[in-house]
C-alpha cells in the first residue's frame, strides 16, 4: 500500500512496488489527463511532476516516489488558467493533442526553474517530448510568451 500525495490530496493505492506511477495515474487513481506513449521514456507523453522536477512517468516506479508530492496535468490549476495553459491556448498549440499534457508539464518545470529561457533553453528542455504534429515552433513561442 502507497500512500502517495497527488495533485494535493492524499490517495492511498494498493498495487505492486515496480508498477509504473503512469498506470497507478491512469488505472487507480482515474486521472486520464497522463498519456501512454511509448513507455520506454522516451517521447515524453506520460510527463508529470515529482516535486518540481519533470519525469516520465511511463518508468517510473511507484515505489521509488516517496513523500515527493506528485503534480499531473489536472493539478497545474483548477481551472485551466496556468499562464503556460494559457499560453498554449493563446498561440493556439494543439492539433490532436495527445502529447499537450506532457509537453505542458515540461513546459511549466524549464519556467519554474528558468524563468527567461533563451531559444536554446526551450529547445533543449523541450527536446525529450515529442509532437507528431510537429508544433514545436507554436510550442517555443507559448514557453516564451508564458515567461512574459
Known amino acids: 500500500m502507497y500512500d502517495l500525495t497527488i495533485n494535493g490530496k492524499s490517495q492511498k493505492v494498493d498495487v505492486a512496488p515496480d508498477t509504473p506511477v503512469l ?3 491512469r488505472d487507480h487513481v482515474k486521472l486520464l489527463g497522463t498519456k501512454y506513449g511509448c513507455g520506454i521514456a522516451q517521447c515524453g507523453a506520460c510527463t508529470i511532476h515529482l516535486g518540481k522536477v519533470a519525469v516520465r512517468s511511463c518508468t517510473l516506479p511507484v515505489s521509488a516516489v516517496g513523500n ?3 503534480t499531473t496535468i489536472e493539478g497545474l490549476s483548477d ?3 496556468h499562464a ?3 499560453a498554449w491556448l493563446e ?3 494543439a492539433q490532436c493533442g495527445y502529447c499537450q499534457a506532457g509537453q505542458i508539464m515540461s513546459a511549466v518545470a524549464l519556467l519554474n526553474s528558468n524563468p527567461t529561457p533563451s531559444d536554446a533553453d526551450i529547445e533543449s528542455a523541450m527536446s525529450g517530448n515529442i509532437c507528431r504534429c510537429a508544433t514545436y515552433l507554436r510550442i517555443k513561442a507559448a514557453i516564451k510568451s508564458a515567461a512574459e
Open 23 to 25: 498506470w497507478v495515474l
Open 68 to 70: 515527493q508530492p506528485i
Open 79 to 81: 481551472d485551466g488558467d
Open 84 to 86: 503556460v495553459q494559457k
Open 91 to 93: 498561440h493556439d498549440v
